[in-house]
C-alpha cells in the first residue's frame, strides 16, 4: 500500500469513525430531517463545483443512472434512518449496530447476487456477531424507553445500507468515484426535501446551536462528499478484504469518542457485546481465509 492509498485509507477510518458523533450533535437543536437535508446539499454543491473545475464527465446513460439510483438507495434510506436513530441512541451504539452491514449483505447477496452458501465457520460468526448485538440492545433497551425505536431506525439503515451495496455490485461501470457520489446524492434530494417537509417543514433558525451547524457543515464536506470519494477510491486500489476492515476499526474507534467527546456511558453489557459483535464480524470477513492458510500449513 503506498503512502497516497494508506492516507485516504486513514481518513475514511477517520471520517466514518466521527460520523456517528456527529450525527448525533447535528441533531441536537436542528430537527434530523432538516440536518441530514443541509448536509447533502452541501456536498452536492461543492462536489459539482469541483467537476465543473476539474471537467469531470458524468455519464446519464442507463446502466450510469442505474448505479446512481442503487447508491442512493442506500443514501437516502440509511441516511434518513440514522438520523432518526440519533434521537434515541449514543453515537457508539450506531457504530456498533452499522458494523453489521457486511454482515446482513452477505446474508442478502446470497439471496438476490445467488452467492454461494456460507461456511460452516461463518455460520457461527453470524450467531456470534447477533448474540453480541442482542447483548448491547437488551443493555440500551433498559436504559431508556424509547430506545427501542432508535434500534429499530439504526437497523433500518444498515438493511437500507447492505441492500445497497449488493444492487451496486450488480452493476459494472467504470466512473469516476465523484461521479457515483455526486449523481447519488442528487438523486437523494428530493426524498430528503419531501421528508423534511413531512415530518418538520419548519425552519427554526434561531434555535441552532453552533456545534449542531458546526457538524452539519463537517458532514457535508467529509463525511457525504469526502468520505465516499475515498471509500470509492480505495474500493479500487485494494483488496475487498482490506477495505472490509474498516467496518472493524470504526465501531470502536467511534465508541472512544463518544465516551470521551460525548459523555456516554460504555456500560459491561455494551463492551461484552461489543466485543463479541466485532469477534462474529472479524470472523465471517476473514475466518475462511485464515482456516485455508492454516490448512496449507499442516500439508
Not at 448491547?136 to 425505536?149: E, F, G, P, Q, Y
Amino acid at each position: 500500500m503506498n503512502a497516497k492509498v494508506a492516507s485516504v485509507y486513514l481518513l475514511v477510518v477517520l471520517i466514518w469513525s466521527t460520523t456517528p458523533l456527529g450525527i448525533v450533535w447535528s441533531s441536537e437543536t436542528v430537527h434530523p430531517t432538516m440536518a441530514v437535508l443541509l448536509r447533502m446539499l452541501i456536498a452536492v454543491v461543492l462536489g459539482a463545483i469541483v467537476i465543473v473545475y476539474k471537467k469531470i464527465e458524468v455519464p446519464t446513460h442507463k446502466t450510469a443512472l442505474k448505479l446512481y439510483s442503487y447508491s442512493a438507495l442506500g443514501i437516502f434510506g440509511g441516511m434518513s434512518s440514522a438520523y432518526m436513530a440519533a434521537q434515541y441512541l449514543p453515537s457508539g451504539i450506531m457504530s456498533l449496530i452499522f458494523g453489521l452491514a457486511p454482515l446482513i449483505s452477505g446474508l442478502i447477496a446470497r439471496k438476490i447476487l445467488d452467492e454461494p452458501r456460507f461456511s460452516g465457520l461463518r455460520k457461527i460468526a453470524l450467531t456470534i456477531a447477533f448474540f453480541g448485538l442482542a447483548v448491547v440492545c437488551s443493555d440500551n433497551l433498559i436504559v431508556a424507553k424509547d430506545n427501542w425505536l432508535g434500534l429499530i431506525y439504526i437497523l433500518a439503515a444498515v438493511i437500507f445500507f447492505s441492500l445497497s451495496g449488493v444492487f451496486v455490485k450488480s452493476v459494472k461501470l467504470d466512473i469516476n468515484p465523484l461521479s457515483t457520489t455526486i449523481g447519488a446524492l442528487t438523486l437523494t434530494l428530493p426524498g430528503f426535501i419531501a421528508v423534511w417537509l413531512i415530518f418538520d417543514g419548519s425552519l427554526s433558525v434561531e434555535q441552532w446551536q453552533p456545534r449542531a451547524v458546526y457538524s452539519i457543515l463537517y458532514l457535508g464536506v467529509f463525511g457525504s462528499l469526502i468520505g465516499f470519494v475515498g471509500y470509492y477510491y480505495i474500493l479500487q486500489k485494494l483488496e475487498a478484504s482490506t477495505v472490509a476492515l474498516v467496518t472493524l476499526m470504526t465501531p470502536v474507534i467511534a465508541m472512544i469518542f463518544g465516551a470521551v467527546f460525548n459523555q456516554e456511558v460504555i456500560t459491561d453489557k455494551i463492551l461484552i457485546g461489543a466485543v463479541l459483535v466485532m469477534l462474529g464480524l472479524g470472523l465471517f470477513l476473514y475466518g475462511d481465509r485464515i482456516n485455508r492458510h492454516i490448512s496449507k500449513l499442516r500439508i
